[in-house]
């Protein structure tokens, strides 16, 4: 089983371009969240998806949006970014707890 | 806002030793607790969980404690090898499933 599969590992950005990292999970999961890690700071929840065709905000949302057009899919798109979106990027699913997560996108903004 | 702390934010040790890695929350309505192991350049990997009802949960070498009442929990590694060396973090379940992490505690078993 490939589990959750993030596409692409690294990526480097000038301020203002825009990208989407995709997320893949093939366990059938409702539930799909993106969160970034910053050194200090743990993960936070960017925005979530408790099924297709929803998503919702988390705890740091602004520069960020989503779409879960397809139950196994969840794309997060930056539509203009900036240095503060410099991060490494998490995907999950799960069905309920425990979350299973990706290897990550490591994105640099300069 | 649920605040989750975990201490201390790294750990030496040498091989063999008994641990405990400290997680400590300000909100005890909670659904569940997570702890995850991460690796360098890797995502997390679920350890454990501790529903609400729940004291503690082992699993091999790993024991997980829950107090909500004092907002803690404990997570205990005995016989620790360099192969256990890694980031461990902790993490609680409120509302729509969502999870809210602590920093970590960045663990280094040395032989």
């Known amino acids: 089983n490939a589990g959750v599969t993030q596409t692409p590992k690294f990526r480097v950005l000038k301020t203002g371009q825009s990208m989407t990292l995709l997320c893949a999970q093939d366990m059938n999961h409702e539930y799909m969240y993106w969160y970034r890690q910053d050194p200090g700071m743990g993960l936070r929840l960017i925005h979530y998806?408790?099924?297709?065709?929803?998503?919702a905000k988390g705890e740091v949302p602004d520069g960020y949006n989503v779409s879960r057009l397809k139950k196994q899919n969840f794309l997060l798109g930056l539509e203009s970014a900036a240095p503060s979106q410099t991060s490494v990027y998490f995907c999950?699913?799960?069905?309920?707890?425990?979350?299973?997560f990706g290897n990550g996108t490591r994105l640099t903004v300069t | 806002k649920q605040e989750v702390t975990q201490i201390p934010a790294a750990l030496s040790v040498p091989e063999g030793e008994n641990l405990v890695l400290n997680c400590s929350f300000t909100?005890?309505?909670?659904?569940?607790l997570q702890w995850f192991r991460q690796d360098p350049g890797k995502g997390l990997t679920s350890l454990l969980l501790?529903?609400?009802?729940?004291r503690e949960q082992t699993s091999g070498r790993l024991n997980a404690s829950l107090d909500k009442s004092s907002g803690r929990s404990t997570l205990y590694i005995a016989a620790s090898q360099p192969g256990d060396s890694a980031t461990y973090l902790c993490?609680?379940?409120?509302?729509?499933?969502?999870?809210?992490f602590g920093t970590g505690t960045r663990l280094q078993v040395f032989p």
């Open positions: 993490a609680v379940v409120q509302g729509t499933d969502k999870l809210i």
């Open positions: 501790i529903q609400s009802s729940q």
């Open positions: 998806s408790v099924g297709e065709g929803t998503t």
């Open positions: 999950a699913s799960s069905s309920y707890s425990p979350l299973h």
């Open positions: 909100d005890s309505a909670i659904y569940n």
